[in-house]
């Protein structure tokens, strides 16, 4: 028969008990239940997390098999929050979960409020400006991760330099659903930009193919051992945030290569400086 205690058991050792009865109190709103934001959603739920508030707009489709934890055969056709939100009911039947559709951005202030952190799932640029900026406002740190082909991590609290600032989007002062799609391929450049300078993503990636998804002409590669480690650094952070323990994480973040055994960490300013107009030539030549 289930119980919280049985389900938990073996996290003590890792947490205290008193930790545990933290992460079963508290409330964490991921936007985007798919690839990352379904990853860390399965380890929320396996740790014992007592709610969740959850949203997406869309359904499973065959594609996202190849990487989606929550998306199988059966669940493909069905909207991707719901079907995610049946599936941690099964692994814990205690947990509380809201589910929102594509409302949730009607709900998104009282969503960043009652969240001890946000976890930005989405791979859409609008959307993860509304969350970053009703973030700031209300005070949350977001955890997020940058569309890379190594795993990654960085967290952005209310305090710091802002997310487009930081990445340097061409979308500031631009409302969150009036972007052109010019500055949604620049926007997503310059995350690409930043990617190439701060770490060795480019040996571990067939480039002609990324300079096709950063001119907008494909759909960006995801690979199941890289969402699933990038979703597993996201949820430590969470988890570090509702125990209020302090982690090396920040707002620049940094890559984890399997293929080499070793942590990147974003290169001295000074460093970047000097790179960022050969990465951009590099860039160009990859678009043509």
């Not at 934001?37 to 949203?55: E, K, Q």
């Not at 202030?109 to 859409?124: H, K, M, P, R």
Request: with cysteine; charged share 20%.
């Amino acid at each position: 028969m289930f119980t919280y205690e049985a389900l938990t058991t073996r996290n003590i050792g890792f947490v205290t008990e008193e930790e545990q009865a933290k992460l079963r109190d508290a409330t964490v709103f991921v936007c985007g239940t798919g690839g990352m934001g379904g990853a860390v959603i399965m380890a929320l739920a396996r740790a014992g997390l007592g709610r969740l508030l959850i949203a997406d707009i869309d359904e499973f489709e065959v594609s996202n098999l190849n990487r989606q934890v929550f998306c199988t055969i059966e669940t493909v056709g069905r909207h991707k929050a719901e079907a995610t939100r049946d599936a941690c009911l099964k692994i814990n039947p205690e947990m509380q979960i809201e589910v929102y559709h594509g409302d949730w951005a009607d709900h998104v202030t009282e969503l960043v409020a009652q969240s001890v952190i946000v976890v930005n799932g989405t791979d859409d640029l609008g959307a993860s400006l509304l969350l970053y900026r009703t973030a700031r406002a209300g005070g949350k740190a977001v955890v997020d991760a940058y569309a890379s082909p190594l795993p990654s991590v960085y967290v952005t609290p209310p305090d710091g330099t802002d997310h487009e600032t930081r990445l340097g989007y061409p979308t500031i002062g631009t409302d969150w659903d009036k972007l052109t799609g010019l500055q949604r391929q620049a926007a997503f450049q310059r995350e690409a930009e930043y990617v190439l300078i701060h770490s060795s993503s480019r040996h571990h990636i067939d480039l002609d193919m990324a300079g096709q998804v950063a001119a907008g002409r494909r759909s960006r590669m995801s690979f199941a051992p890289m969402v699933l480690s990038t979703g597993m650094l996201m949820a430590y952070e969470v988890i570090a945030a509702i125990l209020d323990k302090q982690t090396a994480t920040d707002a620049r973040g940094w890559f984890f290569n399997p293929h080499r055994a070793r942590v990147e960490h974003p290169r001295p300013a000074w460093l970047a400086a000097l790179l960022r107009p050969v990465i951009r030539r590099v860039l160009a030549r990859m678009m043509a």
